[in-house]
């Protein structure tokens, strides 16, 4: 099956409809969503609750890293647990929208803290089995997604308390991206940017830009008033402040790479050129590999030692 095939269309109606329905029957019940923005990865990370409700969910966590010395730290995370403790909250879900190739996640040390179900969608699989192959990994890596707690299929219902959310998979940045509806909102990871700044990159491994077009006019059928989370922000040329929040009709109406009028072909014409451009993050041969793990750092070698690879000539 092709990348530009993965969404059948009996599985996108259905999914359309379970999506429709999380947003409109929400409204009245609009989540509490606290952004914690990491500047050294340009990262949002979230917490998502109902109002005065104890649960939530934690979205795109983000664990420290130094490439020049190897070394990780929790500053960020620990942040999110403070916050989390300091407002006596029940984590249910650590969700990631995809395998990330610009920072580490730090969710199984949430999960130790906080505890809750490490979740991604199905197609993480195929990420382990590409990056699988690139970093050389031994049979003892599992490439069926079992390090996770949880793998989403599209359309996938769940409640984070007393919040519904939908699980949609939004591939062509990753194969495994997913965007989560949470009553009035919807967490598009890299799919989406704020409209001045446009949409994601799709020349990694299964990244597929006519496949990210047709993923973002799902996301655009949802309500206009509904509330986009972005995972990360860049700031745009003229615009001196982060931002990471937007709405579906802002998006529809101001998006520069995908408003109304632009069509698939245009869009992917201008994507492939722009695309071609762009270095490569600087931390994606890091990051995969921890993150296609779970947030698990590899096993320790004979001298107790963890170590990350650095493919040579390869990407």
Request: some cysteine.
């Amino acid at each position: 099956m092709t990348e530009a095939t993965a969404i059948r269309g009996d599985d996108a109606a259905s999914a359309a409809q379970k999506i429709a329905k999380a947003a409109l029957d929400n409204t009245a019940l609009q989540p509490t969503v606290k952004s914690f923005f990491d500047e050294a990865t340009f990262t949002v990370t979230y917490v998502v609750r109902a109002p005065n409700d104890s649960r939530c969910a934690i979205i795109d966590s983000v664990l420290d890293f130094d490439q020049s010395s190897g070394r990780t730290k929790t500053t960020s995370a620990d942040d999110v647990i403070e916050f989390v403790k300091a407002n006596r909250l029940e984590v249910d879900w650590i969700l990631e929208t995809h395998a990330h190739a610009d920072h580490l996640t730090a969710a199984p040390y949430l999960k130790s803290k906080l505890g809750g179900s490490i979740a991604i969608g199905e197609n993480i699989r195929r990420v382990q089995q590409v990056f699988g192959d690139i970093f050389n990994e031994p049979e003892t890596f599992a490439r069926d997604g079992r390090q996770f707690d949880r793998l989403w299929r599209d359309g996938d219902a769940f409640q984070i308390g007393a919040l519904h959310a939908v699980a949609l998979h939004t591939p062509g940045h990753t194969p495994a991206c997913m965007s989560y509806v949470i009553g009035d909102a919807v967490f598009t990871g890299d799919t989406l940017f704020m409209p001045d700044y446009g949409t994601a990159r799709c020349d990694f491994p299964g990244g597929d830009a006519a496949t990210l077009y047709r993923s973002i006019q799902r996301l655009l059928t949802l309500p206009d008033e509904t509330r986009v989370f972005l995972c990360h922000d860049y700031k745009a040329p003229g615009r001196d402040r982060y931002a990471w929040e937007s709405t579906i009709g802002a998006e529809r109406v101001g998006n520069v790479h995908v408003h109304t009028g632009v069509n698939e072909a245009d869009f992917v014409a201008m994507r492939t050129k722009r695309d071609a451009t762009l270095p490569m993050p600087k931390l994606l041969l890091p990051s995969v590999q921890v993150n296609m793990r779970a947030g698990e750092l590899p096993d320790a070698e004979t001298n107790g030692v963890r170590y990350l690879k650095l493919p040579l000539n390869v990407l």
